[in-house]
């Protein structure tokens, strides 16, 4: 167990990378903050002096830093591991603040599409638009675009509101590993990398936000989310999906390099239901079940189902918790339940893909 401040201490916030001393050789106790006004004002204040720290969305948890700061954002890459060739997500707290980031005389063509899709903010849609040169490249991996998003998470919106400045955020997690859906997910894998998160409870969306970048036309969608193709298409019209033709081949050309084949990978090796004959299963295999198929989960050491009748609402909140879980439990294979590729199984079906690759 890791304490928590009391919400209401007078004491000042434990600069990053140093906490609470218990006079313990290791005195850097990582630490998760209760989302309080208190506790948002420390992050931002935290925010402000150039540190790092994680904080809730409605999609996954993120690892933020101030957008402005070229140096703050660097140490994101450096914590999560992450290829400088792949840009982060800026989030913001009102549409003011999209003039500090995006270039808003770059394209018509876009801004025309933005005004068409911007309904579904906040919300789980990153937009992919001309940068704006205030954005250090180290954001935007040298791109001349940039990701935006306004999360509509309360704690988020409070931190951002609070913090005044755009916030470069990607998921809390090793590059290439499971996104963190709660902060003790966070805990158990950046806990000593990351001194302050943010608890604002399990994320109630739980798969990454879409991207669709506005800068093609027809706009492309990078990565599927719960803002659905679907949803996309009745607003904007046609829509391509995946990487441009010219861009498929190499990381640096990816249109959105979190595409790469293999992704959000558990340790434990995972396939999907039906890849390898149950009669090839190794001694301890867990399965994660979406409902509906009870009769079929005989022969396994754990079964976690996540939903009873394949709600994909349900299946996409509480699927990397559950691979999490199992991930910790010195499985030789875990086995996941398919789905249709459609709605917001197109995005729960790609993260599983990508996992198993
Ligand atoms: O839900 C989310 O989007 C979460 C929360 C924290 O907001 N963030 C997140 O960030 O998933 P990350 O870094 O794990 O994924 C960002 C994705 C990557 O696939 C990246 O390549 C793509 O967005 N991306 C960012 N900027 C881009 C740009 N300018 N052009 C194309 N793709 C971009
Ligand atoms: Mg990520």
């Given at each position: 167990m890791h304490p928590h401040p009391p919400s209401n201490s007078p004491e000042s916030p434990p600069p990053c990378g140093r906490a609470f001393s218990f006079g313990s050789i290791d005195d850097r106790l990582p630490m998760i903050y209760p989302l309080t006004p208190e506790n948002i004002k420390k992050a931002a204040a935290l925010l402000a002096s150039g540190e790092t720290l994680a904080f809730p969305t409605e999609t996954v948890y993120g690892l933020g830093a101030n957008a402005f700061n070229a140096e703050a954002v660097a140490k994101i890459f450096e914590i999560k591991g992450r290829p400088s060739f792949n840009p982060l997500i800026v989030h913001l707290y009102c549409e003011t603040q999209l003039q500090e980031v995006i270039d808003l005389n770059a394209s018509v063509a876009a801004l025309e599409l933005l005004d068409k899709i911007k309904i579904f903010w906040p919300g789980p849609l990153s937009l992919v638009l001309p940068k704006n040169p205030?954005?250090?490249?180290v954001v935007t991996a040298g791109l001349d675009t940039v990701a935006v998003r306004f999360p509509s998470h309360p704690g988020a919106r409070a931190l951002l509101e609070a913090c005044k400045f755009p916030v470069a955020a990607p998921?809390?997690?090793?590059?290439?590993r499971v996104s963190p859906t709660t902060a003790q997910h966070v805990l158990d894998e950046l806990g000593d990398r990351v001194d302050f998160i943010l608890d604002g409870g399990a994320c109630q969306v739980g798969l990454e936000s879409t991207v669709l970048s506005l800068v093609e036309s027809p706009p492309r969608l990078l990565r599927p989310g719960a803002i659905t193709l679907e949803d996309l298409t009745s607003h904007l019209g046609k829509i391509e999906s995946g990487p441009a033709p010219h861009q498929q081949h190499t990381p640096q050309g990816l249109p959105s390099p979190g595409m790469l084949k293999r992704h959000y990978a558990p340790r434990t090796k995972i396939v999907l239901r039906g890849q390898i004959e149950p009669k090839d299963y190794p001694p301890k295999v867990g399965l994660i079940s979406f409902g509906g198929t009870s009769a079929d989960s005989n022969g396994f050491t754990i079964v976690t189902t996540i939903s009873h009748h394949q709600d994909l609402d349900e299946v996409a909140s509480k699927l990397f918790g559950a691979i999490h879980a199992m991930d910790?439990?010195?499985?030789d294979l875990i086995v996941v339940d398919t789905c249709a590729e459609k709605g917001l199984g197109l995005a729960i079906m790609d993260r599983l893909k990508r996992a198993a690759a």
């Open positions: 205030r954005i250090p490249a998921s809390a997690n090793l590059s290439n910790n439990q010195n499985l």
